[in-house]
């Protein structure tokens, strides 16, 4: 049985956006989709007045405000919906680990300052271990998602690349999309410099031959795997998000990967990510990997 992909939902206009996506997406992918709120009654030890009775009926509303909206745009879709008793963060993580994906939306913030997750948002981002999708306030049904651009980052080797190429490819499949695969370089400092590492781009024929190299190498088997899916390569001296955010311009969809690692301050989402996630203007999809 294939998963649901699931959205998480608290009544703004965000997450209703982020709702209709994810109802396109399953409605493109054929699976199920799963609409979640998290409430949790937690009296609180200050003098103020509390209902749970009104905020369980609240967190009812909210439910089925997005279930409604969502059925009225896709009828024949196969729709769940659940307020979950639990807190957002571990709530969203629970479905994010039983899902194919989890959406949620973001708001705008200006177009110089860009996008706001939510600390919820950035914690389940940085540390789910399924695919997690930021969505915009601006909805888009599963026609206007078809078509067009997936636009994917790819860094390091093939093997670290693989699951968040295969995310991509898969995407661009259900939407009938190109690939753009994207992968930036730059001059390595000068320690970093050693006769092995130039032998192999002097083999190449030089450096930038040699990322043109090893994008081709990484995109080889997953073209042979979706070979209805077109394929652009794109290869560009340059910071990765910076790249990557000027070739996401008109893209339906950016892919970008997170590597699963945590260090002594937590886990991070990545530098590469969290530009993509605060200033691209299309859904953003982040994949964690080993």
């Not at 992968?183 to 970093?192: E, G, H, I, K």
């Amino acid at each position: 049985m294939n998963r649901a992909i699931a959205v998480g939902v608290d009544g703004s206009p965000e997450s209703l956006a982020a709702a209709e996506w994810a109802a396109g997406e399953a409605s493109l992918r054929g699976v199920p989709l799963r609409i979640v709120h998290a409430w949790l009654w937690q009296p609180l030890d200050v003098p103020v007045v509390q209902h749970r009775e009104t905020e369980a009926e609240a967190a009812g509303a909210v439910l089925r405000e997005a279930e409604t909206h969502v059925a009225g745009r896709y009828p024949g879709l196969s729709v769940t919906a659940e307020v979950v008793p639990d807190t957002a963060v571990s709530a969203l993580l629970a479905e994010a680990e039983r899902s194919e994906m989890l959406v949620l939306g973001s708001r705008g913030h200006g177009a110089f300052v860009g996008f706001l997750l939510g600390s919820y948002g950035q914690q389940v981002i940085a540390t789910a271990s399924r695919p997690v999708v930021s969505v915009r306030a601006q909805g888009e049904d599963a026609r206007g998602m078809e078509g067009g651009e997936v636009v994917v980052g790819q860094q390091g080797t093939p093997e670290e690349s693989d699951v968040v190429l295969g995310f991509a490819f898969e995407a661009a499949a259900a939407r009938g999309a190109a690939v753009r695969a994207v992968r930036a370089w730059n001059l390595p400092p000068v320690y970093a410099y050693s006769p092995g590492s130039m032998y192999l781009a002097d083999r190449a024929g030089g450096l930038e031959p040699f990322e043109r190299k090893a994008l081709h190498e990484a995109l080889a088997p997953w073209r042979e795997r979706f070979p209805d899916v077109p394929v652009i390569e794109h290869v560009e001296m340059g910071s990765a998000a910076q790249v990557l955010l000027s070739s996401a311009g008109r893209a339906r969809l950016l892919v970008v990967g997170r590597r699963m690692r945590h260090s002594p301050v937590g886990t991070r989402i990545g530098s590469v990510a969290h530009a993509a996630l605060h200033h691209a203007g299309c859904p953003v999809a982040v994949v964690p990997h080993a």
